[in-house]
């Protein structure tokens, strides 16, 4: 089974600055990660994924994550943020190649992201 | 290309009715998951289906079932319905299933449902 841990509930930032958010999983399984952002009252959009290879990905709206295998971690940056980044932001997780496995993401809690001008 | 479409956005039932929701995916996708996202216990897998067979399924009790049909399209029906059933309901649809390389999962916009 998989967990992942949301280390941050909310993330208060000032527009401009960086910011990070930070996801720790639990696996004994090797397995995919994702980062999601959820608006108000919508669905859940991809920022970016890891697959396999380089382990910091980029992905939409200048964010960045890198996977630290060793650590468990799949930390989400940008390095400048907009008031238009408000939002909650998931982290997720698959294992390969399904299985029991099919089409199930297991989420973190969720961290929300609050740009102040 | 149209997104993930799910109906309808908002609903209101009872205590003790049912309710079928429907997720139209992305054409060409196969795979349709389902999620309950809830403040409480947050984004919880509900089942996957590929090519109308259900391949895996959550911890949820056997109110909660679905269906897909030859068309990708899905439903997912909750019967005697409880207050905690109250939550969005996430559709996702994706070529094959999450976790095989390069599949990825594209969210509906959910079915917001209210039991009174």
């Known amino acids: 089974a998989q967990s992942v841990t949301q280390l941050d509930s909310q993330v208060p930032v000032f527009e401009e600055a960086p910011v990070e958010l930070r996801c720790n999983y639990s696996?004994?399984?090797?397995?995919?990660l994702f980062w999601y952002v959820q608006y108000p009252n919508q669905g859940l959009q991809l920022l970016l994924k890891?697959?396999?290879?380089?382990?910091l990905v980029k992905g939409i709206n200048g964010f960045e994550a890198e996977f630290n295998k060793s650590q468990t971690s799949f930390h989400l940056r940008k390095p400048s943020v907009h008031i238009s980044d408000t939002a909650e932001y998931f982290c997720a997780v698959t294992p390969w190649a399904g299985g029991t496995s099919y089409g199930k993401l297991t989420f973190g809690q969720g961290t929300i992201l609050t740009v102040h001008p | 290309k149209a997104g993930v479409t799910q109906t309808p956005r908002y609903l209101i039932k009872t205590r003790g009715q049912q309710v079928t929701l429907s997720c139209s995916p992305i054409s060409g996708h196969r795979s349709v998951s389902w999620y309950q996202q809830t403040p409480g216990q947050g984004l919880q897998f509900l089942f996957e289906?590929?090519?109308?067979?259900?391949?895996n399924k959550g911890n949820f009790p056997g109110r909660f079932s679905g269906r897909q049909f030859s068309n990708s399209r899905s439903e997912m029906n909750v019967s005697t319905l409880e207050l905690g059933d109250s939550a969005l309901y996430l559709c996702a649809s994706s070529l094959a299933a999450v976790g095989h390389q390069n599949t990825e999962a594209f969210f509906g916009q959910g079915t917001r449902l209210t039991v009174v």
């Open positions: 890891y697959l396999s290879g380089s382990t």
């Open positions: 289906y590929f090519s109308e067979t259900q391949r």
């Open positions: 696996s004994s399984v090797s397995v995919y």
